[in-house]
């Protein structure tokens, strides 16, 4: 147990400081909008307080996937600078909101170099966890899943872009994206404690305090 901790509480010290050297700008959606990304479809940033946009897994706020009863549709990116040869890990907060539970829905994160190419440094689908049973509406209960990719920059600038693929457009059935950051990857041993760490990790965030 003691060595769990401990585990845990490296883990928790590189993620904080991790985020500290976030490349990209509102990373985490804490401006309270889509301020430093480029937006397209069903995306919008929404405060943890509303029932309908789901408890954020960093901050006060997150973005919310086809949210009501729409195609999924939505791409979400942003371009950054970046150093050519340097490794680069990726991770992010992907989850889901549903007020049934048992559902999942998918992202597709892509690295695209501006050097040429398309989608050539990095383009991953994943799938959120399996949504829980809410135990009544409205009391936005998320099921988050913390993803890690690492990729190799080979231009100044390169872009992050997402697109959700969520098979389910249900009205009660959306998705969730927070926390995203892009920073220089630690050293392999370092990645290798992180990643294997990071792996089990899934995520519940309920608002315990929202009773209305
Ligand atoms: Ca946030």
Not at 130 to 138: E, I, M, N, Y
Not at 164 to 174: F, R, T, V, W
Request: hydrophobic share 40%.
């Amino acid at each position: 147990m003691v060595k769990r901790s401990l585990l845990f509480i490296g883990l928790s010290t590189i993620l904080a400081s991790g985020l500290q050297a976030n490349n990209l700008i509102n990373g985490s959606f804490q401006t309270g909008d889509f301020t430093g990304w480029a937006v397209s479809g069903s995306a919008v940033v929404c405060a943890g307080g509303d029932p309908f946009c789901g408890v954020p897994f960093d901050g006060t706020f997150s973005a919310t996937l086809n949210g009501g009863d729409v195609s999924p549709d939505a791409v979400v990116s942003q371009t950054f600078a970046t150093t050519p040869g340097t490794v680069y890990l990726l991770t992010f907060a992907y989850g889901i909101m549903d007020f049934v539970g048992g559902a999942t829905q998918q992202l597709r994160a892509e690295v695209i170099s501006s050097a040429g190419g398309v989608h050539d440094l990095l383009d991953q689908t994943v799938s959120s966890p399996l949504s829980v049973d809410p135990g009544g509406a409205f009391n936005a209960a998320v099921s988050y899943g913390l993803y890690s990719f690492t990729f190799t920059a080979d231009d100044t600038t390169t872009t992050l872009q997402f697109s959700d693929l969520a098979s389910n457009p249900s009205g009660s059935i959306d998705g969730k994206l927070d926390a995203v950051s892009i920073e220089v990857a630690p050293e392999p041993s370092s990645l290798l404690l992180m990643l294997t760490g990071i792996a089990p990790l899934v995520y519940r965030r309920k608002r315990s305090s929202f009773k209305k």
